[in-house]
């Protein structure tokens, strides 16, 4: 492959499924789904979140002003603090994109990320510790990005082993980076990243003769990337005969 053009955002939440109870709410974890879409930051993807906890509060009991959460990030860390104000209050991230932009853990998650610790009672697993008053941090640094590495499969080409299995793996090639201070740039005028792929790799092709060549354009996470900005992909080949 000699080079590669495609558009530059890209969806880092395709499924945001969280869960959210409390004593008020009296009853079973309540799950909604975060919109998806190409969030630019932490805050933002928590502002929404925490905004339709309180839509959720007044539509099905009437009650206003809740201040379910708050949170902060360590700027030196990159990691997601989070402290749960609502008496018994559980917010549950059951979305692998919400746990690994937000760098909290499956397990974590499960268990409920934050629930308020009275501060009379003993510390009790799986609970914040009282000596952090609250809050809760991450396991991971926050990755906004989500996806950082294309991996480009084609059906003419040989499989070979990508870690423990094999697949028609052409090339693996970076995403360019839109961080700055923590959060992702917005795009430029430009709407396509052009990369030229140097040094150049062949690899063998399994077939004689072809009239199509599908490519599929994949993340590390093992699903197509969501591209979000207009604009084409667009890849050149180039072939040469095996001499060996």
Request: aromatic residues 10%; negative net charge; hydrophobic residues 35%.
């Amino acid at each position: 492959m000699l080079d590669l053009s495609h558009p530059t955002s890209f969806k880092n939440i395709t499924e945001g499924q969280y869960g959210v109870s409390s004593n008020k709410l009296a009853g079973p974890m309540y799950y909604q789904n975060l919109t998806e879409g190409s969030y630019q930051s932490v805050g933002q993807i928590l502002d929404v979140i925490h905004m339709e906890i309180k839509a959720l509060y007044k539509t099905e009991f009437g009650l206003e002003n809740i201040n379910f959460f708050t949170y902060r990030q360590n700027d030196v860390t990159r990691r997601v603090e989070i402290k749960i104000h609502e008496p018994g209050g559980h917010l549950v991230f059951r979305s692998a994109d919400l746990q690994a932009v937000l760098g909290y853990t499956a397990l974590e998650s499960e268990n409920a990320i934050a629930e308020v610790v009275v501060p009379e009672t003993d510390k009790v697993p799986g609970h914040p510790d009282p000596s952090r008053d609250g809050w809760i941090v991450g396991s991971y640094p926050s990755d906004i990005q989500r996806l950082h590495t294309i991996m480009l499969y084609t059906d003419i080409i040989e499989h070979q082993i990508v870690g423990d299995t094999t697949a028609p793996l052409l090339r693996v090639v970076p995403l360019t980076s839109r961080m700055k201070n923590n959060e992702l740039s917005k795009t430029e005028d430009s709407q396509t990243v052009h990369l030229f792929t140097e040094p150049l790799q062949f690899k063998k092709i399994q077939v004689y003769a072809f009239h199509s060549i599908h490519i599929a354009l994949y993340g590390e996470n093992g699903l197509l990337i969501p591209f979000v900005d207009v604009g084409r992909t667009a890849l050149t080949l180039m072939f040469r005969y095996n001499t060996v």
